[in-house]
Nanobody, 124 residues
Framework: QVQLVESGGGSVQAGGSLRLSCSASTYTVSSGCMGWFRQAPGKERERVAHIYPISGAASYSDSVKDRFTASQDTAKNTLYLQMNSLKPEDTAIYYC?????????????????WGQGTQVTVSS
């Protein structure tokens, strides 16, 4: 059974940084779409970033572009999200997700597996 375990969340002040990690088991990072999503209280889950499985290139939502960097380490079978210049509006539960497809990675419906989430809180 595929397991995704996130870590690295916490509380920081605005302008600070955090790095989230997502360790995958029984799933090979880079074999399919992998992405980061977040959900703030009272809001819908939104895509933050995803990595294309063939090229390894990352795509970002406009709200985090130029501040967040998604990457993967195939040797460690781990996905990362480096978050810099954090803002209070980045406060949310962050989820790692994975799917077996290699296409349509921006579509939430292609993700079959989800982590339990990690809380990120940014204070002003």
């Amino acid at each position: 059974q595929v397991q995704l375990v996130e870590s690295g969340g916490g509380s920081v002040q605005a302008g600070g940084s955090l790095r989230l990690s997502c360790s995958a088991s029984t799933y090979t990072v880079s074999s399919g779409c992998m992405g980061w999503f977040r959900q703030a209280p009272g809001k819908e889950r939104e895509r933050v970033a995803h990595i294309y499985p063939i090229s390894g290139a990352a795509s970002y939502s406009d709200s985090v572009k130029d501040r967040f960097t998604a990457s993967q380490d195939t040797a460690k079978n781990t996905l990362y999200l480096q978050m810099n210049s954090l803002k209070p509006e980045d406060t949310a539960i962050y989820y790692c997700a994975a799917g077996h497809t290699i296409y349509g990675c921006s579509d939430v419906s292609v993700y079959q597996y989800w982590g339990q989430g990690t809380q990120v809180t940014v204070s002003s």
